[in-house]
């Protein structure tokens, strides 16, 4: 039987709870324990796939083709493993299942009312995944207690611990303890009103984690313990970190995961392995040398919006012991009198995706760029698509091609809307969602970068490749290089003739993890720290004959 962590948060949102929730799995993984994690969104959405980024940064898809929340990302990219539709439950999913049992006459003619149909919604949710033989579920209840949308979870919450066994289930809160510079003192006073307000809605923490920017003294502990009803040892302090693969290092010096445990009566485990973790950490923090890349995007104002690409950069930065410096460059405020000034600096370019026509000009402009100073370039989604335009319009001599997303009248669609997608009119889990298979170019630099002839990788967008234009594309030096065998799609784009220059239709930054780094963000980085040197060598040519 699986047992249950449930982790909330108080005080203040953006506090951390998914990276304490995946610092806690990676710890009780490392012990030999099979772990996984969920998320719980408060919101009516059914998922954030229509949501703008400026409102939930950005949207994590799973292999099998869910839209999610991105703390799913961490969970992935801390754990090594997939994640799936189930690890990822909002209120509108909950609604609409209750609702749709409903109008089927499910409940046999009675009041359907929030306790106990949607709670029980909840609940059956929420015990899902322990169907799937894991030792431990860790369940993170999204928003902050006291919000009116989290009610129904602290609720249904509050019924497990009744239900279940006392050593099945553990609450596990996550809290701010701020410093006040004019009293010169840490105040508590938050988190005893946020465990309080637990406690009224019925449920009762076993652990608090607390969130601060200095050492929690022992009195601060005794204090916090007393007033909040825990053992002192179950109160946890979570000080700020230089990097957040730094977080389960520190609950483990916390024994964060040893009091879970202990009070889930788990005796059969051993000490953590995390000597490929440690290593990773080594790397991070003394690089032997550094890169600029250049990110561009029009969401820069909002990192989270970038999250899995931000953090698809330390990945292949450690690995290539290389500290990649990402400079967040606007796409609408790139124009051709500006593009040496604000790219001169770089040793690559990324074009991020998005949607709409707003930046899309800039990026253009910006892949002309990597394009002719061979720059090393990568593109993904729409950046590989804004590189399919560019060479379209600067190089076959198509002076008005375009994606009909952003010019449906235009007479050359080198981008074009999928067949497929042509009669839809819902938005929502509408698009190609999840992992679909490419075979690549034997040869190619997608080749290089694979090693192999066949992959699988995430798809998120509706805009396609015209493929009624390859013959151009091949005959002036752009090839595609992998393509899906079912649809035949172009998935991958390259210019052979160039240094480094790929685009993919794929998101190849929602599968690298901290164990398995993604091949194209590493040699990527590679191929920025070669450009670099090269810079170095051409300006100083003593350096050049060492190099020789």
């Not at 730094?246 to 000490?271: F, G, Q, S, W």
Request: proline share 5%; net charge negative; hydrophobic share 35%.
């Amino acid at each position: 039987m699986s047992k249950f962590i449930f982790v909330t948060g108080g005080v203040t949102s953006s506090l951390g709870k998914g990276i304490i929730s995946a610092s806690l799995a990676k710890l009780l993984q490392a012990r030999g324990l099979k772990v996984t994690i969920q998320k719980f969104d408060p919101y009516i959405n059914v998922d954030p796939g229509t949501l703008n980024p400026y409102e939930h940064g950005e949207c994590y898809v799973t292999e099998d083709g869910a839209e999610t929340d991105l703390d799913l990302g961490h969970y992935e990219r801390f754990l090594n493993i997939f994640t799936t539709q189930a690890n990822n439950v909002t209120t509108g999913k909950i609604y609409q299942t209750v609702i749709n049992k409903e109008r089927e006459g499910a409940y046999l003619g009675k009041t359907v009312q929030v306790v106990p149909h949607i709670t029980d919604e909840i609940k059956r949710r929420m015990k899902l995944l322990g169907n799937d033989g894991y030792d431990i579920v860790i369940t993170e209840i999204g928003g902050t207690v006291g919000d009116i949308e989290s009610l129904p979870f602290i609720e249904a919450v509050r019924q497990l611990q009744w239900e279940l066994p006392e050593e099945d289930c553990l609450v596990v809160h996550l809290t701010l303890v701020p410093y006040l510079k004019a009293a010169k003192e840490l105040k508590t006073k938050p988190t005893q009103h946020s465990v309080k307000m637990m406690s009224e809605n019925g449920v009762h923490p076993d652990i608090i984690v607390c969130r601060t920017e200095r050492p929690l003294s022992p009195e601060i502990r005794r204090k916090i313990a007393l007033f909040c009803n825990v053992k002192q040892e179950a109160v946890i302090e979570a000080a700020d970190a230089p990097t957040i693969y730094e977080v389960p290092l520190a609950m483990m010096r916390e024994k964060l995961d040893v009091i879970c445990l202990k009070k889930m009566n788990i005796t059969r485990y051993h000490e953590p392995e995390l000597a490929i973790w440690k290593e990773f950490l080594d790397k991070l923090k003394y690089p032997k040398s550094k890169v600029t890349v250049g990110l561009i995007g029009k969401y820069i104002e909002l990192q989270d919006a970038y999250k899995s690409i931000l953090e698809s950069f330390v990945h292949a930065g450690a690995i290539n012991e290389c500290k990649v410096e990402v400079v967040n460059i606007h796409s609408e405020f790139i124009t051709e009198d500006n593009v040496d000034e604000k790219m001169g600096n770089l040793d690559a370019l990324l074009v991020a995706p998005g949607f709409g026509h707003r930046g899309i000009d800039g990026k253009i402009i910006a892949v002309r760029y990597a394009r002719e100073k061979g720059l090393p370039f990568f593109g993904i989604c729409l950046g590989m698509q804004m590189s399919v335009i560019e060479f379209a319009r600067d190089v076959v001599g198509l002076r008005n091609a375009h994606s009909t997303e952003m010019n449906p009248e235009t007479p050359d669609p080198v981008i074009d809307l999928m067949e497929d997608q042509k009669n839809i009119t819902d938005k929502g889990g509408t698009m190609r969602l999840g992992s679909y298979k490419c075979e690549i170019l034997p040869g190619s630099l997608a080749n290089r970068i694979y090693g192999t002839t066949v992959i699988s990788e995430r798809h998120r967008h509706r805009w396609e490749f015209n493929n009624n234009y390859m013959n151009d594309f091949e005959n002036h030096g752009m090839i595609a290089s992998g393509k899906n065998p079912a649809s035949n799609l172009v998935e991958i784009v390259e210019i052979p003739s160039h240094p480094f220059f790929i685009g993919v239709q794929y998101h190849p930054e929602l599968k690298s993890t901290v164990e398995n780094p993604h091949p194209i963000f590493v040699h990527f980085v590679k191929a920025a720290k070669e450009y670099s040197e090269q810079k170095l060598s051409v300006k100083n040519p003593l350096l050049q004959s060492e190099m020789i």
